[in-house]
C-alpha cells in the first residue's frame, strides 16, 4: 500500500544554499587586505627598529662639525642651499626646517639673506603657476559671493593685506600662494608683502638655528605671538578700510532739497531789497 504523503512539502528535498560569487570575492579580497595591512605594520616596526638602532650606532656629525664642513665648501653651500630651499617650499613643505639648516649651516646673517631670497622666489614660482595653470578654473567661480568677497579683500588691501597675512604663522606658506595666484591679486604687491610678512619669522627661526638652544625658547613663541597680532590688527584695518570705502553716498532728501530752495529764495529776497 503506498505511503499517503500528509505534507506536500515532505516529498520535496532540502535546498541547497549556495554563496553568490560576490560574496566569495568579498571574503577573499577581505582577507587579502588584512595581510596587507599585517605585512606593512610589520615593514613599518622593522624599519623603525632599524632607524633607533642605526641613530644609537652610528656617529652622528655636531653642530660644530656640520658648520666646519659648510665653511670648508665655500660659496657652492650657500647657493645649493638658495636652490634647494626655493624649489622644495613651493610644494606644502614647511619653511621652519628650511631657516633652522640655514641659521645651523651659514650663520646668522648669510642664513637670513639666502632665507629671504630663497622665500621670495619660491612664493613667485608658486604665485605663477598657480595663475598660469589655475586661474582659468577659478574664474569661473569670481561671481559666487564669498569667492568675489576674498578675490576682492586681498586684491584691494594691496600689501598690507599679503603682508599681514604672511605674519600669522598658522597661515601656510605655498597653498596661500597657490591662492593669491589664481585670484586677482597683483604680482609686485604680493612679492613685497610675502618678503615683509616673512622676514621676522625668518630671522627669529634662523637665530634660533645658529644658536642651537636644543628646545623652543619662550622668546620666540612671544615673537610668534607679535607676529600674529600684527596681522590680526593689518586685516582689521584692511576689513575697515574696504567697508568704509566700499559704502555709496546717501542721495539727498526732500528735507533737504526744500531747505535749499528756502535758502535760494531768501537770498533772491534778500537781493532784491539791497537793490532798492
Not at 92 to 99: D, S, W
Not at 169 to 177: E, M, T
Not at 178 to 202: A, E, F, K, N, Q
Not at 223 to 234: I, P, V
Request: net charge positive; charged share 15%.
Amino acid at each position: 500500500m503506498p505511503r499517503q504523503i500528509t505534507n506536500p512539502t515532505e516529498s520535496r528535498p532540502a535546498p541547497i544554499t549556495r554563496k553568490p560569487a560576490y560574496a566569495k570575492r568579498i571574503i577573499v579580497t577581505g582577507g587579502r587586505i588584512a595581510r596587507d595591512r599585517r605585512s606593512k605594520l610589520v615593514i613599518a616596526l622593522a624599519v623603525l627598529a632599524v632607524l633607533v638602532t642605526a641613530a644609537f650606532v652610528v656617529p652622528l656629525p655636531t653642530p660644530a662639525q656640520l658648520r666646519d664642513w659648510a665653511n670648508g665648501a665655500g660659496p657652492a653651500t650657500a647657493l645649493l642651499f638658495l636652490a634647494a630651499y626655493a624649489l622644495l617650499t613651493v610644494v606644502p613643505i614647511p619653511r621652519t626646517v628650511f631657516n633652522l639648516a640655514a641659521g645651523l649651516l651659514l650663520g646668522t646673517v648669510a642664513g637670513i639673506a639666502v632665507s629671504i631670497t630663497a622665500t621670495a622666489i619660491s612664493g613667485m614660482l608658486g604665485f605663477g603657476l598657480a595663475r598660469l595653470l589655475g586661474r582659468d578654473l577659478v574664474s569661473r567661480h569670481l561671481q559666487r559671493k564669498s569667492v568675489r568677497a576674498v578675490d576682492e579683500r586681498l586684491a584691494d588691501g594691496g600689501i598690507l593685506a599679503i603682508t599681514s597675512l604672511r605674519l600669522i604663522p598658522v597661515v601656510p606658506f605655498a597653498p596661500f600662494g597657490y591662492c593669491c595666484g589664481i585670484l586677482s591679486v597683483r604680482p609686485v604687491p604680493y612679492l613685497i608683502g610675502t618678503v615683509l610678512g616673512s622676514l621676522p619669522g625668518t630671522i627669529a627661526v634662523v637665530v634660533l638655528g645658529d644658536a642651537l638652544t636644543g628646545g623652543t625658547p619662550p622668546a620666540l613663541l612671544g615673537c610668534y605671538l607679535a607676529f600674529a597680532l600684527a596681522g590680526a590688527l593689518g586685516l582689521i584695518k584692511v576689513a575697515r578700510g574696504a567697508s568704509s570705502g566700499g559704502g555709496t553716498r546717501q542721495p539727498a532728501t526732500l528735507d533737504a532739497v526744500r531747505e535749499e530752495g528756502v535758502r535760494a529764495r531768501s537770498g533772491q529776497e534778500m537781493q532784491v531789497v539791497s537793490e532798492e
